[in-house]
C-alpha cells in the first residue's frame, strides 16, 4: 500500500490576504470504463453541473461522457472516442488531449482546445514527441468536432527532439481565453479563442504570437513548472494554480495570483512518499474546470497504482478560505 500524505490545512500569502486551503481524505475512483488508456492524462474537460454534466477524458484520443454526479461514469461501450489523431505529418498527427471546453454565445457551438503532439520527424534517430495546442468546435454537443489549427506552435526540427509550446489548462476571462503551460501563459481576446489569436507572454505582456513566437515566464512560476492547472476561485476571487516540477512528481504544489499573471510563491499541497508519483492535479468545480468556489473536488492521478489499472484516479474535497488584511 501506498500512502500519500495529506496536506490537511495551508495557507499562502496574496498582497496581505490569508487564503487558507483544505483537504479532505483521499478517494480512489474507478475508470469511467475498463480500458488501456492511463487516466488522468490531462485537465478533465467539464461542461454542466452534476445533474447533467457533459466531460471529456484523454489519452491522445478524447473521450465524450454524459451523465450525471461529480464524474460521470457512463462511459458509452464499445468504447469510442470522439477525437483523436490529425493526418500524418499534421501538429496533432498523434493525438488530440481534450483539456478545455466552453459553450459559445450562440448555445449551439462548443469551443474545446487540446494538447496536440506529433512524433514524425523527418531526419533520422530514437522516439521523441513534439507538442503543442490547438483549437476544436462542435455543434453535435461534443459527438464530433472540426479541427480549426494549431492554437501555440513552434517550428519542429528535424532531427527528433522531445520539446514544443503549448498549454497544459485554458480558462475563460470575460470574452478572452487564458492559458498556461510550463513556467509561461498564453492569451486569445477573440470570443472564440480561434487559431492565429493566440499570444505568448513575452516581455511582460502577451506580446508573441502563439505560433512561432517565443515566451517568457509568468512572474512568480519557477522555471522548471509543469503541467499548470488553473482555474478561477470565484469565492476568493482568485486565480488558483496546481502543478508539479519536473524531477519532483511526488509533490503537488499551489500558488494564487489576483490577475492570472504574476503568481505568489507556491506551497506543497500534497506530498507523496518519493517512490509515488502524482500528476495532472486539477480542482473541479459545480459547473466546469475552469470556475471553482468555496468548496470543491481536487482531482490527480498517482502512480504506481493499488489496482489493476494504469494509474490510480484520486477524488479528494478542497475547501478555501479567506482573511483579508
Known amino acids: 500500500m501506498y500512502i500519500i500524505f495529506l496536506i490537511c490545512a495551508v495557507q499562502l500569502q496574496v498582497h496581505g490576504d490569508t487564503v487558507k486551503f483544505s483537504l479532505g481524505p483521499e478517494e480512489i475512483q474507478p475508470y469511467p470504463s475498463p480500458h488501456p488508456y492511463q487516466f488522468p492524462d490531462a485537465a478533465i474537460a467539464v461542461l454542466g453541473d452534476p445533474d447533467l454534466r457533459l466531460m471529456f477524458w484523454s489519452d491522445g484520443l478524447s473521450f465524450r461522457v454524459e451523465g450525471t454526479g ?3 461514469s457512463n462511459t458509452p461501450s464499445p468504447l469510442t472516442p470522439v477525437l483523436g489523431a490529425g493526418p ?8 488530440n488531449w481534450m483539456l478545455a471546453v466552453f459553450r459559445l454565445e450562440n448555445r449551439s457551438t462548443l469551443v474545446g482546445f487540446t494538447h496536440v503532439e506529433n512524433h514524425k520527424f523527418e531526419c533520422p534517430g530514437g522516439y521523441a514527441e513534439w507538442n503543442g495546442a490547438a483549437v476544436v468546435s462542435s455543434v ?39 492559458g498556461f503551460g510550463g513556467c509561461t501563459g498564453y492569451r486569445s481576446l477573440d470570443p472564440r479563442g480561434a487559431p492565429g489569436t493566440w499570444m505568448r507572454f513575452k516581455g511582460g505582456s ?3 504570437p502563439g ?81 471553482a468556489g468555496e468548496t470543491a473536488i481536487l482531482a490527480y492521478a498517482a502512480a504506481p497504482p493499488t489496482g489493476a489499472e494504469p494509474r490510480d484516479f484520486i477524488f479528494r474535497s478542497i475547501s478555501f478560505s479567506l482573511q483579508r488584511s
Open 211 to 291: 505560433v512561432n513566437g517565443s515566451s517568457d515566464c509568468l512572474p512568480g512560476v519557477p522555471q522548471n513548472a509543469c503541467c499548470p492547472i488553473v482555474h478561477f476561485n470565484s469565492f476568493l476571487n482568485k486565480f488558483f494554480m496546481v502543478f508539479n516540477k519536473w524531477g519532483q512528481d511526488s509533490t503537488l504544489l499551489a500558488s494564487v495570483s489576483d490577475d492570472g499573471i504574476s503568481w505568489e510563491e507556491p506551497v506543497v499541497l500534497v506530498q507523496a512518499q518519493s517512490n509515488r508519483s502524482l500528476a495532472y492535479g486539477q480542482v473541479i468545480g459545480d459547473t466546469n474546470n475552469s470556475v
Open 70 to 72: 461529480v464524474f460521470p
Open 88 to 95: 500524418p505529418g499534421s501538429y496533432d498527427a498523434n493525438g
Open 140 to 178: 453535435d454537443e461534443g459527438v464530433t468536432w472540426v479541427r480549426e489549427g494549431a492554437a501555440v506552435l513552434d517550428p519542429q526540427p528535424c532531427k527528433p527532439t522531445f520539446g514544443g509550446s503549448g498549454y497544459s489548462s485554458v480558462i475563460r476571462v470575460g470574452d478572452a481565453f487564458l
Open 206 to 208: 502577451f506580446s508573441s
